[in-house]
Structures are given as structure tokens and as C-alpha cells.
Nanobody, 120 residues
Framework: QVQLVESGGGLVQAGASLRLSCAAS????????MGWFRQAPGKEREFVAR????????NYADAVKGRFTISRDNAKNTVYLQMNNLKSEDTAVYYC?????????????WGQGTQVTVSS
């Protein structure tokens, strides 16, 4: 029902910035809370950030607070993750995910991920 495609990852030096984008299909994007998650090799997937329907409420993992900003443009069916002052420990595959809080308590739709590599 919802297809998500991440983009914007790459190889950067510590201290640099990247902006990830997640494009969603369909016309019901505004019905979903959107989240960003990441998974490093050998580690479990971890929560990074979440945003509600309009962007009025956001949540962040402690590890990225003050450095990452999640935002969305419902007219473009796109959610963003602005990542500043990147650190080597931010290296991971980053996934966006969609949750319809009216119908579900979990993220039911996931993108394929985009690789972020930070050299130190």
C-alpha cells in the first residue's frame, strides 16, 4: 500500500552533513507517522527519529539529539533527515518507515535503506 524509497546517503568525513530523503508512493502520506531507523553491521536496528502527521511533534534518539532533524513535506510525499556533525558511529544503513497510528501500533512499511558511511 505504501512504498518508500530512501536516497541521499554517501561517504563523508566526520563533521560533515548529509540530508536523507524518503519518497513515499500514494496519496495517503499525511495519514502516517514517519520514522527513521538505522542498522550498523552486527547490530540491531535502532530508532533514530520520528515525526507525526504534520511535523508538530518530533522525537529523537539520545545519540542524535541536537545533530539530526527530521522533517516532512506532505505535498511532496517526502520525509527528510538532516544530519549534521556526523560521527563515525553514525555509520549505518538508514531506513525510513511508515506507521498509521489509527490502524497500527507499529511501523508496517519500510524502505530498502541507504548507506551512510562516516570516516574519521
Amino acid at each position: 500500500q505504501v512504498q518508500l524509497v530512501e536516497s541521499g546517503g554517501g561517504l563523508v568525513q566526520a563533521g560533515a552533513s548529509l540530508r536523507l530523503s524518503c519518497a513515499a508512493s500514494g496519496r495517503t502520506f499525511s495519514n502516517y507517522f514517519m520514522g527513521w531507523f538505522r542498522q550498523a553491521p552486527g547490530k540491531e536496528r535502532e530508532f533514530v527519529a520520528r515525526i507525526d502527521w504534520t511535523g508538530g511533534i518530533t522525537n529523537y534518539a539520545d545519540a542524535v539529539k541536537g545533530r539530526f532533524t527530521i522533517s516532512r513535506d506532505n505535498a511532496k510525499n517526502t520525509v527528510y533527515l538532516q544530519m549534521n556533525n556526523l560521527k563515525s558511529e553514525d555509520t549505518a544503513v538508514y531506513y525510513c518507515a511508515a506507521n498509521d497510528p489509527v490502524r497500527s501500533s507499529k511501523y508496517d512499511y519500510w524502505g530498502q535503506g541507504t548507506q551512510v558511511t562516516v570516516s574519521s
